[in-house]
């Protein structure tokens, strides 16, 4: 089953040939032109907010697997779907809204700049001419991030429902890191699980020692342990397992972090590797949970 939405893609809901939901919430690339007429700098914005072609990764390696595809038209410069509904900078919207979100108690993004709705960028100021109306604001968050969201729960939960167990592996992608030690290479993958809060430690450090295998250097939890998505739909205790890959952007662009590069097809193969090698992990923590359960 294939479903096309203005806001989004979902391939494979109901029948996934592994127990896997590969999401990729920033790399939406359909910008309306309303959208980019607010834009001061739209070429230096979009570029910047974008994870940069971690679409096509996510729907290649999802294609080669048979996992569930879950992937957004929608920029994140319209909404970030890896946020928190309620995580807005007020002082960017415009008119009177009919009710505020309530707060979730989650990280305010917003403060940075960077919350629902994008307001500007380190070091380079504003994003926009103008403010939002407060109108488009709930808009875009009752026609593009809750249905995402809603999707997202009920894939995750067809897969549960199925295989007694679910990863969702949530794919970005991120600017080149810089060497913690000048005698070590730079993380090309940030593995992130909200500090063991998000999926069960045997997934983590699978995933992390299927890169140390393959010589690929790789952080955990630093500079990124992952954000709404994960706090959101990750529930080791009832078989729903997340986690958050970063993957530098040097490593499947090309020199100018623009284009997809010659690296790209060998990140592919890894990934796909890396969801074939976890497919089975997730099988085996869902057979025990329905075994658990068939004894209770």
């Known amino acids: 089953m294939v479903e096309e939405a203005a806001s989004f893609v979902l391939e494979r809901e109901d029948a996934p040939s592994v127990p896997i939901l590969i999401a990729a919430p920033h790399g939406g690339r359909d910008y309306p032109q309303h959208v980019l007429d607010r834009m001061r700098d739209p070429d230096f914005s979009c570029i910047r907010l974008e994870d940069r072609y971690i679409d096509e990764v996510a ?6 697997t048979g996992a569930a595809l879950l992937v957004a038209n929608t920029p994140r410069a319209v909404i970030d779907l890896n946020r928190a ?3 807005i900078d ?10 505020k979100p309530l707060q979730s108690g989650s990280r305010r993004r917003s403060q940075t700049g960077l919350g629902l709705f994008p307001r500007r960028l380190p070091r380079h100021g504003d994003i926009w001419r103008e403010r939002l109306p407060g109108a488009e604001m709930e808009r875009r968050i009752a026609a593009i991030h809750q249905p995402y969201h809603d999707r997202l729960a009920r894939t995750l939960e067809s ?4 295989w007694g167990a679910a990863l969702l592996l949530d794919l970005h992608s991120m600017p080149p890191l810089k060497p913690r030690h000048a005698s070590h290479a730079p993380a090309e993958f940030v593995l992130g699980d909200r500090f063991g ?8 450090a ?5 890169f140390d295998q393959h010589q690929r250097p790789v952080a955990h939890n630093r500079p990124y342990s992952g954000g709404y998505v994960l706090d959101h739909h990750a529930r080791p205790g009832a078989g729903l ?10 490593a499947y662009l090309d020199a100018r972090l623009d284009k997809p590069g010659a690296r790209k097809g060998a990140i592919v193969r890894l990934l796909s590797d890396l969801v074939r090698s976890l497919a089975g992990e997730v099988a085996v923590m869902g057979d025990r949970s329905q075994l658990r359960h068939a004894a209770e």
């Not at 897969?159 to 199925?162: F, K, L, M, S």
């Open 59 to 64: 729907t290649e390696v999802a294609r080669r």
């Open 85 to 87: 509904p309620d995580d």
């Open 90 to 99: 007020w002082s960017m919207i415009e008119g009177e809204v009919r009710s």
């Open 197 to 204: 809060a998000s999926c069960e430690h045997a997934l983590a």
């Open 206 to 210: 699978h995933i992390l020692q299927f």
């Open 159 to 162: 897969i549960r429902a199925t």
């Open 241 to 250: 397992h997340g986690v958050q890959l970063e993957i530098s952007r040097a």
